[in-house]
């Protein structure tokens, strides 16, 4: 059974994040995607609660998924739950350095683990979560950006 993890900080989870989800999950027996709990990052604007909720809602059709949470070390945690994949997208070249960087790291501490790219669909070229935040906080339009059923909750969170 292959069971592969797809780590992240899905603040908030976005239609990048999903493509992704949707296609690591037909390759796999098992997909965990896991919420990175980051004691450094104080400015989130979802809780990790919020994100696990998030997550579930619009992954609620794909049937070989589970949603959970993380702290620390990546490795470890695969270790943990006996995953042998990470899966990890693939912007433009930007995203390439950093996430061969990580690769080669958690494969060094963790040799069992293969790292699983997978490029991002064309429309989601330049989306991530932080373009989202950017544009709602100005009011602007996140249809397109972010899965429909969250739509809301992220406007919200601006309006407070
Ligand atoms: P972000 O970079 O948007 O803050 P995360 O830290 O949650 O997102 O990223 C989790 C994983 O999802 C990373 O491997 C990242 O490269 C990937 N990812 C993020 N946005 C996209 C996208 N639009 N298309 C493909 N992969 C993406």
């Not at 809602?57 to 620390?72: A, H, W, Y």
């Amino acid at each position: 059974m292959i069971k592969a993890i797809y780590p992240g900080s899905f603040d908030p989870v976005t239609n990048g994040h999903l493509d992704i989800i949707k296609r690591a999950s037909k390759l796999v027996d098992k997909l965990v995607v896991s919420v990175l709990e980051n004691p450094h990052k104080k400015s989130s604007l979802f809780t990790v609660e919020e994100r696990i909720e998030n997550l579930k809602l619009v992954t609620k059709d794909i049937k070989n998924i589970e949603i959970s949470s993380f702290r620390g070390l990546l490795v470890d945690y695969a270790q943990q739950i006996d995953a042998q994949v990470i899966i990890r997208g693939l912007r433009a070249v930007t995203d390439f350095e950093s996430e061969f960087q990580m690769a080669l790291t958690n494969k060094s501490l963790f040799p069992n683990i293969e790292t699983l790219f997978i490029p991002t669909s064309i429309e989601y070229l330049y989306l991530s979560s932080s373009t989202v935040k950017e544009i709602a906080m100005f009011g602007g339009n996140i249809c397109g950006m972010v899965p429909c059923e969250i739509k809301e909750s992220v406007l919200k969170k601006f309006r407070k």
